[in-house]
Each structure stands twice: as C-alpha cells, then as structure tokens.
C-alpha cells in the first residue's frame, strides 16, 4: 500500500452515543485534538492532527493526516509523523516552500520528551504531504524549558518587499507568545515576547499570527489567536476557550491596541484553531478542534473521538470603535444555502416545524422590532434538546443545552452560552448542526457559539417560533444529499 491509499480496513461500527459528523472531519477511530499543519498543496487541503494512533484516549500523540478537495468531504491517511520512544509529536504547523520549482513542505511541531521538556523540531516533505523526514539536528529550537510549544509558522514581508519566515509558539505557563524569524526555516532567531496579558490561572496555546484587510479596504491590522485552557487547583469549569487581540507587527515586534483578550467564539466547544497556509484565494482561513479539555475525555463517541469545526474565513470590520474579527464557512455551505429555496413564515400564527436527519443548515432572517422574541428549537428526542433564543430584552443570543442527556456527558456539560444580537436591526442566523457538532453564526460571523450536543442518531425536529406576528424567512439545506453515499472515511 503506498502512503496515500486509504487505508482499508473494515468500517467501524455505529457510534455509541453522540452522533458522528458527516460534513466535519473525525478519525474513522481513536482520539484527536487540536488541527496541525494546515496547509493547502497540490489542488487539496491538507490537515494533520493530534492524533493517538493506538486508543479513543489522549497520549501516544502523532500527527494524524487528512485531505479534503473542498473542506467538506474528506479522506483519511496513514499517520504522518509518529510518536517514538521518549518523545511525542505535539502540535505545530506546515508551510509550503515559496520558491517556484520546490514543492518542499516543511513541518514545526513540538518534541514533547518524557523527562517534561519540550522543544521545537523540524521535519520535510518532498512528496507534497504524504511521507515526512525529520531532521537529523532535531530540536531546532531549544530553550530548555517545560512548556515552549505549538510553533506556528508564517511567511512576512516587509515593506521593502523582504521575506522571511515568522514563527510564534508559546511559554505556555508563563501566558506568553515567542517571536522568532528565520530565511531557512532551521535557524531562528528570537525576535521579541508578548505577555503576558488577561486573566491569570491558565495557560496560552496554540497561537497564530494574522495580517488581515479591515472592511475589505487598504487598512490592515495584525491579529493574534490564542487558546487559554485553566489550570491550577480550581480551575474554571468553563474550560477551554480561544481569544484574539489585535493590534501591530513591525516584522519583531507585536503591539497590541488594547491589553484585553476577546473572546473568538462564544460557546463552549472551540479550541486550538490555527490557519491554513497559502490558500487559494489568500484569505485566512481557521479550523479548530471543537472540544473542551474540562470534558473531553469523556465524550461518549465510539470508536472515534473527536472532530473539527467548519472551516471558517477570518475578516475584521470596524465596529463600535473596535476592530472586531468575524468568521463565516467557507466553500459550498453558502452555495447550498443559495439554491434553496426559503419560506417565509409569520412566526407567531403559524410555527415553523422541520423534521431532519440529524445533520442541517438552517439560515434564518428576520426583523426583531416586528417579530420579538425568537426561539429555535432542536430536539433530538431521549431529553436531548438545545435551545437557541433571541432576548429581544437584553440584545442577547443564548444557546441553552441542558436537559437530562447534557448531563449525562459531564457535571460541567450543561451550559447556556450567549452573544450579543442586537434587537433594533434585521438580524441574521446560521445554524449549522452535523450530529453531535453545532455552530450558530450570528449576522454574518459578527458572533458565533460553537457547541457539542448530546444528540443520538436519529432524526431532530427544528422549530421556530416569535412572540410576534412579523415574517421570519427559513432556508433550510440537508447537506448529506451533497455529500457522497457512503459516511466519510
Ligand atoms: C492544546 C494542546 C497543545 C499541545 C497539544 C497536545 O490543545 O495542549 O498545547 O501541543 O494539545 O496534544
């Protein structure tokens, strides 16, 4: 078998539990976590993750494989770099050569050792992706401490037009991101540190650094991602959580506008997301995991664990005086959307019911001053029901999962999670629902709550109701009637 068949093994049974995705990438089995190596190469998108080829547990971590044509149907590959005695593949990135003629890839990732220290090590592709060299010099970025992971690596140029690579990995525990810039992709050099800034009592992982347009315009603005995950002897049962911060980079220094983080997404279930490399069309495009540490274990999937979210474009507006970062799904999600065909419905006279399989996009508009309070409603039957609910009163989106099957995941599962969705404008929602995986995207991912629902296989029932009589336009899309016959491998 060469390295890009698929490998061929029976079809796992039926998940136990929560459903498996149909438009979102899982392992076929085992665990996964954060997305690493995200790079498009050779006409496909290419994602590696952590990945424990031997069990639904964390540990043993390697670098899973996946490619997708489209970011929606994807296939899985033989590990890419796997974890060996005495060191574990922690998560790290991908770039694509920029020279013409060289399709070298070259992966950062983290040599986590077992006597706890963790360094940055190097690794090559001259296969477009498929089979991966370490380098014999490995760790090549070394501070001798516990916690320096996740490298990060971008291209920068200056306004001299001179390129270099910048990477960014963080101290986790010290709540600081690590500059350093490289022309070979072997020898950095440490450029400045950033931090720490927020609240204490976690950690910083995973970052990411961003050049990005603001309203499309001329203006650019830096922003840099981050995930905090609590720690320490009481930690936060909210758990993890992804933040940005927007501000500056003269090509060594990140300065930011305001010393606060802000919070990405507003659910409980998006962590670690990174950008791909060199897309098509240049624009930042993110993945994450969408999971929680504070429960993750402890999803009850089978034989797999754990998925990604929609791949979202990242694009900052100028809002209230503030740059603020908004996220839509990329590729044919809004193309489905667009061949539907909607129905309008006067929410109060007459409810909208709709019956679906258990995966659906739902796009919903209407104008909060004649319809008021507006509920969605997914039901999954078994006390498996997540409410998504407009208060007019307080400009505030919630999304509440709690009921008896929330509580069955974990005592910290039940959760109700709000946005701001403000009440004197037409407002728009996308709610996408893949199995157990729900992503709300507010007024064109001005605010998005990413959830996991403790739904079963089986059909939910989606119902919208208002309190008053104005029109709310539905479109609704089954996405597995695009999507090949048989569940993703
Ligand atoms: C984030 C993280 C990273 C680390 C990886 C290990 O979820 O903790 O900091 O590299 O997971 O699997």
Same mark, same amino acid.
């Given at each position: 078998?060469?390295?890009?068949?698929?490998?061929?093994?029976?079809?796992?049974?039926?998940?136990?539990?929560?459903?498996?995705?149909?438009?979102?990438?899982?392992?076929?089995?085992?665990?996964?976590?954060?997305?690493?190596?995200?790079?498009?190469?050779?006409?496909?998108?290419?994602?590696?993750?952590?990945?424990?080829?031997?069990?639904?547990?964390?540990?043993?971590?390697?670098?899973?494989?996946?490619?997708?044509?489209?970011?929606?149907?994807?296939?899985?590959?033989?590990?890419?770099?796997?974890?060996?005695?005495?060191?574990?593949?922690?998560?790290?990135?991908?770039?694509?050569?920029?020279?013409?003629?060289?399709?070298?890839?070259?992966?950062?990732?983290?040599?986590?050792?077992?006597?706890?220290?963790?360094?940055?090590?190097?690794?090559?592709?001259?296969?477009?992706?498929?089979?991966?060299?370490?380098?014999?010099?490995?760790?090549?970025?070394?501070?001798?401490?516990?916690?320096?992971?996740?490298?990060?690596?971008?291209?920068?140029?200056?306004?001299?037009?001179?390129?270099?690579?910048?990477?960014?990995?963080?101290?986790?525990?010290?709540?600081?991101?690590?500059?350093?810039?490289?022309?070979?992709?072997?020898?950095?050099?440490?450029?400045?540190?950033?931090?720490?800034?927020?609240?204490?009592?976690?950690?910083?992982?995973?970052?990411?650094?961003?050049?990005?347009?603001?309203?499309?315009?001329?203006?650019?603005?830096?922003?840099?991602?981050?995930?905090?995950?609590?720690?320490?002897?009481?930690?936060?049962?909210?758990?993890?959580?992804?933040?940005?911060?927007?501000?500056?980079?003269?090509?060594?220094?990140?300065?930011?506008?305001?010393?606060?983080?802000?919070?990405?997404?507003?659910?409980?279930?998006?962590?670690?997301?990174?950008?791909?490399?060199?897309?098509?069309?240049?624009?930042?495009?993110?993945?994450?995991?969408?999971?929680?540490?504070?429960?993750?274990?402890?999803?009850?999937?089978?034989?797999?664990?754990?998925?990604?979210?929609?791949?979202?474009?990242?694009?900052?507006?100028?809002?209230?005086?503030?740059?603020?970062?908004?996220?839509?799904?990329?590729?044919?999600?809004?193309?489905?959307?667009?061949?539907?065909?909607?129905?309008?419905?006067?929410?109060?006279?007459?409810?909208? %019911?709709?019956?679906?399989? /258990?995966?659906?996009? &739902?796009?919903?508009?209407?104008? !909060?001053?004649?319809? #008021? +309070?507006? @509920? *969605?409603?997914?039901?999954?039957?078994?006390?498996?029901?997540?409410?998504?609910?407009?208060?007019?009163?307080?400009?505030?989106?919630?999304?509440?999962?709690?009921?008896?099957?929330?509580?069955?995941?974990?005592?910290?599962?039940?959760?109700?999670?709000?946005?701001?969705?403000?009440?004197?404008?037409?407002?728009?929602?996308?709610?996408?629902?893949?199995?157990?995986?729900? %992503?709300?995207?507010?007024? /064109?991912?001005?605010? &998005?709550?990413?959830?996991?629902? !403790?739904?079963?296989? #089986? +059909?939910? @029932? *989606?119902?919208?109701?208002?309190?008053?009589?104005?029109?709310?336009?539905?479109?609704?899309?089954?996405?597995?009637?695009?999507?090949?016959?048989?569940?993703?491998?």
């Amino acid at each position: 078998m060469t390295a890009i068949d698929r490998i061929d093994t029976p079809r796992p049974p039926a998940p136990a539990g929560m459903t498996r995705p149909r438009f979102h990438l899982t392992p076929r089995r085992n665990w996964m976590n954060d997305p690493n190596g995200l790079v498009h190469h050779g006409g496909l998108w290419h994602v590696y993750y952590q990945y424990n080829p031997e069990s639904p547990d964390w540990g043993n971590m390697s670098w899973g494989h996946a490619t997708s044509p489209d970011l929606l149907r994807w296939t899985e590959h033989p590990v890419a770099l796997r974890y060996r005695d005495g060191e574990q593949v922690f998560s790290g990135s991908v770039v694509a050569s920029r020279t013409p003629e060289d399709g070298t890839l070259t992966a950062l990732y983290t040599s986590a050792y077992d006597d706890q220290h963790q360094a940055q090590s190097r690794a090559t592709s001259t296969d477009g992706g498929w089979t991966w060299d370490r380098d014999p010099a490995n760790p090549v970025l070394d501070r001798g401490t516990a916690a320096f992971r996740d490298p990060k690596v971008t291209r920068y140029v200056d306004n001299e037009g001179r390129a270099r690579w910048i990477l960014v990995a963080v101290e986790a525990d010290d709540r600081q991101v690590l500059f350093y810039e490289s022309s070979d992709l072997r020898e950095w050099e440490h450029l400045s540190t950033f931090g720490p800034i927020g609240p204490k009592g976690v950690v910083w992982e995973c970052p990411d650094l961003l050049r990005l347009p603001v309203d499309g315009g001329d203006e650019e603005r830096w922003v840099l991602l981050l995930s905090t995950n609590p720690v320490g002897e009481h930690p936060d049962p909210d758990g993890s959580s992804m933040s940005y911060v927007v501000g500056d980079f003269d090509g060594r220094e990140f300065t930011a506008d305001e010393a606060r983080l802000v919070r990405l997404d507003h659910g409980r279930d998006l962590y670690a997301g990174v950008t791909f490399d060199r897309t098509p069309s240049g624009e930042a495009v993110l993945l994450a995991w969408m999971n929680n540490w504070r429960y993750a274990h402890e999803i009850p999937t089978s034989p797999w664990r754990g998925a990604m979210s929609l791949p979202r474009r990242l694009d900052l507006t100028r809002s209230e005086g503030r740059y603020l970062l908004r996220q839509a799904p990329v590729g044919e999600v809004a193309e489905w959307l667009r061949a539907a065909v909607p129905s309008t419905v006067p929410g109060v006279a007459q409810p909208f %019911e709709h019956r679906s399989g /258990g995966h659906l996009l &739902c796009e919903l508009g209407w104008d !909060p001053r004649s319809t #008021g +309070p507006l @509920t *969605v409603r997914l039901n999954a039957g078994a006390g498996a029901e997540v409410a998504v609910r407009h208060e007019v009163a307080t400009g505030e989106l919630r999304v509440t999962r709690t009921g008896p099957a929330a509580e069955s995941v974990h005592p910290d599962f039940p959760t109700v999670s709000t946005a701001a969705l403000s009440s004197d404008r037409p407002a728009r929602l996308l709610v996408s629902l893949d199995g157990s995986l729900l %992503e709300v995207f507010v007024n /064109g991912g001005e605010q &998005c709550i990413s959830n996991l629902v !403790p739904f079963g296989p #089986g +059909p939910v @029932t *989606v119902s919208v109701d208002t309190s008053g009589r104005g029109p709310v336009t539905i479109t609704t899309v089954d996405p597995v009637v695009h999507l090949p016959a048989t569940p993703p491998d």
